[in-house]
């Protein structure tokens, strides 16, 4: 955690100009049997989640096969995950997603979360993976 930097006060108003209404969270440290992956920013809207790291030398398909697997062994089966190491790339996904409506995505709540809907549960899936 020392090595770890909490985004600027700029780059945080500048993503959050683009996430308003989707389901999100902030500074996460994904964690995998063998590294430990910073998000900057996720956000989730029906079946895809999108993600931001600023790093650069992650491999990055490896952490989105691994969040997929997760979810799947959850019960959350056909969700997208793309993280992004491009800001505009990412902004513009975050755009795109906001513009969506919600998907009806047959769903029944989970046992654990019975008060969660479909987007929420796959955040919370997600923070459990993060330190």
Known sequence: FWNRHSLSRDLHEQIALHVQELTHAWELVLTTYDKNYPLSSLVIRGNEVAG??????????????????????????????????DLKTYLERTDVLGRREPEAIPFTPDDRYPSLN??????????????
């Open 118 to 131: 479909r987007e929420q549960l796959i955040r919370e899936l997600i923070l459990a993976l993060s330190l």
């Open 52 to 85: 931001y790291t600023p790093s650069k030398e992650l491999d990055l398909r490896a952490l989105e096969s691994h969040i997929i697997k997760v979810l799947k062994e959850n019960g959350l089966s056909g969700v997208h995950v793309h993280i992004f190491t």
